[in-house]
């Protein structure tokens, strides 16, 4: 059997009686399987973006045991140690575990962001969160013009929130028409 659908059953027990984290984790892991696609990765690239998709926010449980939240630092701090735990007996190889748990702790790091599974699967949680947060119009294009860097992530922003590329006024801001 396909291990990512072993990996995405074993999340669904993981998060057994939280369909909100169960839901969001599938949205981004679709998010980010599309933006991948429409991106030309190539296979390997895809398949560590999609089980990083998968496997992202593994740390917020422990967070909120540990630290009383889940705030994106202690996700990122707590999340690799848990994702290589579930990886391993998958039997995924070691390279692409040591970079789907470098994704995990960087998935809230929005600066230096090296390699397009990267950005991409930062671009794919960003959607499903503007749209999860119930985020205003205004928050969704601030995440466009700050966040966004493939062309098809911005496309989908765009359509998702009705947002314009935009043109920019004498004072620097963007207008939305």
Do not use: W
């Not at 969001?24 to 999609?50: P, R, S, T, W, Y």
């Not at 889940?70 to 701090?77: I, P, T, V, Y």
């Not at 070691?94 to 998935?107: F, P, Q, T």
């Amino acid at each position: 059997m396909d291990r990512n659908v072993l990996l995405l059953k074993e999340m669904i027990r993981y998060y057994a009686r939280d369909p909100k984290r169960i839901q969001h984790f599938i949205k981004v892991h679709d998010f980010a399987g599309m933006i991948g696609k429409l991106e030309g990765l190539e296979d390997d690239e895809q398949n560590i973006l999609e089980i990083a998709a998968i496997v992202h926010d593994i740390g917020i449980k422990v967070s909120e045991e540990k630290y009383g939240d889940c705030s994106g630092k202690h996700q990122e701090l707590e999340g690799p140690v848990i994702a290589r735990t579930m990886l391993e007996p998958l039997g995924f190889e070691d390279s692409v575990i040591d970079r789907v748990c470098y994704l995990v702790a960087h998935h809230h790091t929005y600066q230096d962001i090296n390699g397009l599974d990267y950005q991409i699967l930062v671009e794919a949680d960003f959607l499903v969160n503007l749209y999860e947060d119930n985020a205003s119009r205004e928050a969704a294009e601030h995440a466009l013009q700050r966040i966004f860097r493939t062309e098809s992530g911005k496309s989908i922003c765009r359509d998702m929130f009705g947002l314009t590329e935009g043109t920019a006024d004498q004072a620097g801001t963007i207008s939305i028409q």
